[in-house]
């Protein structure tokens, strides 16, 4: 339930025993994230690896993502990769990588006081989103 794939495991013939096929072609990109996630929650893992977790995701899954990673794993730590920024912009810390570099690590709140790359990108993303 807290991964929101009730009503689709339910509607699945074998329910709770669903497979999940090799190339996971019978679960949605975005489900197949929040089944991981689901395994995640059950091992009650303290460290989280995320690699672009929401970038395949229609924006509803992804705010799902969103609220259960603040809500369940508000004690763990997080390493995620991700180039959306509303993704990040809740994390204690962001490290911003430049040709390979690491150029800026701090709070995005800090990071957007003074003239960064990172605050280049927020701009960037406000602007794509406005249709700029």
């Not at 794939?5 to 190339?23: F, G, I, Q, R």
């Not at 059950?42 to 229609?58: G, H, N, P, Q």
């Not at 705010?63 to 180039?83: L, P, Y």
Request: hydrophobic letters at 40%.
């Amino acid at each position: 339930e807290r991964c929101q794939l009730k009503d689709v495991v339910a509607a699945k013939h074998d329910k709770l025993d669903s497979l999940v096929v090799d190339s996971g072609d019978n679960w949605s990109v975005g489900q197949r994230q929040l089944l991981c996630l689901g395994r995640v929650m059950l091992k009650r893992s303290k460290i989280l690896f995320m690699d672009e977790a929401t970038a395949s995701v229609d924006s509803q899954t992804d705010a799902v993502i969103q609220k259960i990673i603040r809500e369940d794993f508000a004690t763990c730590t997080i390493i995620s990769i991700a180039h959306r920024i509303p993704t990040v912009m809740d994390c204690d810390r962001v490290l911003v990588i430049d040709a390979g570099r690491a150029k800026e690590f701090d709070k995005p709140s800090r990071l957007l006081e003074w003239p960064s790359l990172f605050g280049a990108l927020v701009q960037e993303y406000a602007n794509r989103s406005s249709g700029l």
